[in-house]
């Protein structure tokens, strides 16, 4: 699911499509292998978010409290970026061009 700053919490809540532990009765040989983290083994939610924004950490935990079931985390990491106007799309450009050689994540891990 990919999720875009403009969708509500419900609608992103009904769109991940998530297994409700316990909706049915399975056998125990037959329920999914538990992961060894024992609050995520559903799902683990990554964000990556600059330092000046303070609304994605709480927005992305109203998310997976709306997740039924449970089993669910959240790992927010932030990026030091300074708190520039992005007004414009030379203000952008701008940013971008300062963000670049700093950004050194790397997908390794998903």
């Known amino acids: 699911t ?10 992103v ?3 991940v499509h998530l ?16 992961s060894a983290d024992a609050r995520g083994w ?5 964000v990556i978010a600059p330092s000046t924004n303070t609304i994605v950490q709480p927005d ?11 089993g669910v985390t959240n790992h927010v990491g932030r990026i030091m970026v300074p ?4 007004a414009t799309d030379e203000d952008f ?5 300062f963000i670049g050689p700093r950004w050194t994540w790397r997908p390794t891990a998903a």
Do not use: C, H
Not at 29 to 34: E, S, T, V, Y
Not at 42 to 46: M, Q, Y
Not at 93 to 97: G, K, L
């Open 2 to 11: 990919v999720l875009k700053t403009s969708d509500s919490l419900a609608s």
């Open 13 to 15: 809540a009904f769109r």
């Open 19 to 34: 297994p409700v532990r316990g909706a049915i009765k399975l056998r125990k040989w037959a329920l999914p292998r538990r």
């Open 42 to 46: 559903r799902a683990k939610i990554g």
């Open 60 to 70: 992305m935990e109203d998310i997976r409290i709306a997740i039924p079931g449970g």
């Open 83 to 86: 708190n520039a106007s992005l």
């Open 93 to 97: 450009a701008r940013f971008q061009a």
